[in-house]
T-cell receptor, first 111, second 115 residues
Framework: GNSVTQMEGPVTLSEEAFLTINCTYT??????LFWYVQYPGEGLQLLLK?????DKGSNKGFEATYRKETTSFHLEKGSVQVSDSAVYFC??????????FGTGTKLQVIP | DSGVTQTPKHLITATGQRVTLRCSPR?????VYWYQQSLDQGLQFLIQ???????AKGNILERFSAQQFPDLHSELNLSSLELGDSALYFC??????????????FGPGTRLTVL
């Protein structure tokens, strides 16, 4: 079956530090890959997505590249802000199949 | 605002009781998904409906059931509630309008507390 593995959190960074949150997946075929973000007390919001190999999704300074050869979709940001503090979920979706979420990685950015 | 609405926002009830959570998808979206988020289990997919029919099933207990109505809103029914059912329940929708087929839009959630 499909699976998504995210790095364990929490991740604590100082403001303006570089962020990487690792995500690897196992799936047959060609899934679409997503990063969702959940701010405290809110629902999940789509952050970025990539639907085919070598696609790069980007939004709000965050980027992730769909690497089929390494089955990865790592999330990166060059300079984090306190407002980026949230839980980040990597997800894998294939048409007509249930979505598979990672366990989430909590990011805390300190001033 | 994702366009997905969920009611109620908070629900407090006792063990053994039954509750109904309601979700209205984004305009034009045909698929509705239900998720349970608890501290120890993370985000768990429960069930998906597409245009009124069950499409995929995840880790949904037999005490739980859901349906999607002709107007595409969905309800999640939780019965014989246990303390461990306390969690955030999210609804998401997809499959319509300008979004890609697979992209899901999440509602704000219903926080269920079982005492």
């Amino acid at each position: 079956g499909n699976s998504v593995t995210q790095m364990e959190g929490p991740v604590t960074l100082s403001e303006e530090a570089f962020l990487t949150i690792n995500c690897t997946y196992t799936a047959t075929g060609y899934p679409s890959l997503f990063w969702y973000v959940q701010y405290p007390g809110e629902g999940l919001q789509l952050l970025l997505k990539a639907t085919k190999a070598d696609d790069k999704g980007s939004n709000k300074g965050f980027e992730a590249t769909y690497r089929k050869e390494t089955t990865s979709f790592h999330l990166e940001k060059g300079s984090v802000q306190v407002s980026d503090s949230a839980v980040y979920f990597c997800a894998l979706i294939r048409p007509l199949q249930k979505v598979t979420f990672g366990t989430g990685t909590k990011l805390q950015v300190i001033p | 605002d994702s366009g997905v609405t969920q009611t109620p926002k908070h629900l407090i009830t006792a063990t053994g009781q039954r509750v109904t959570l309601r979700c209205s998808p984004r305009s034009g979206d045909l698929s509705v998904y239900w998720y349970q988020q608890s501290l120890d289990q993370g985000l768990q997919f429960l069930i998906q409906y597409y245009n009124g029919e069950e499409r995929a099933k995840g880790n949904i207990l037999e005490r739980f059931s859901a349906q999607q109505f002709p107007d595409l809103h969905s309800e999640l029914n939780l019965s014989s509630l246990e303390l461990g059912d306390s969690a955030l329940y999210f609804c998401a929708s997809s499959g319509g309008g300008s979004s890609s087929y697979n992209e899901q839009f999440f509602g704000p959630g219903t926080r269920l507390t079982v005492l």
